[in-house]
């Protein structure tokens, strides 16, 4: 029903920037939240950052002030700029994106992962 592509991962610098995209397609009616889980080796996978269809954004403590999620509702595209990376940011980032599938179902698409190494 849903097909999330992300881009953007790869390998940084301490102190350097990434910045991930992730689109959605398919066959549904909207898209009500969207954004950024991460899991690093041995550890949870935990919600980076959401935003609302309203733009209304939330984050997790280790990350404000460094990383900016955003999205284009026309392009079904969410964004995650992060900036002053630090090891600990080292982790595959998945995007998701909770959707309306036509008939009212509730679905929640997931992309494969990008991987995203913090190292001098």
């Known amino acids: 029903q849903v097909q999330l592509v992300e881009s953007g991962g790869g390998l940084a610098q301490p102190g350097g920037s990434l910045r991930l995209s992730c689109a959605a397609s398919?066959?549904?009616?909207?898209?009500?939240?969207m954004g950024w889980y991460r899991q690093a080796p041995g550890k949870q996978r935990e919600l980076v950052a959401s935003?609302?269809?309203?733009?209304?954004?939330s984050y997790v403590d280790s990350v404000k002030g460094r990383f900016t999620i955003s999205r284009d509702n026309a392009k079904n595209t969410v964004y995650l700029q992060m900036n002053s990376l630090t090891p600990d940011d080292t982790a595959v980032y998945y995007c998701?994106?909770?959707?309306?599938?036509?008939?009212?179902?509730?679905?929640?698409?997931w992309g494969e992962g990008t991987q995203v190494t913090v190292s001098s």
């Open positions: 998701y994106a909770g959707t309306v599938l036509f008939g009212g179902t509730f679905y929640t698409g």
């Open positions: 398919g066959r549904f009616f909207s898209i009500n939240a």
């Open positions: 935003i609302t269809r309203d733009g209304v954004t």
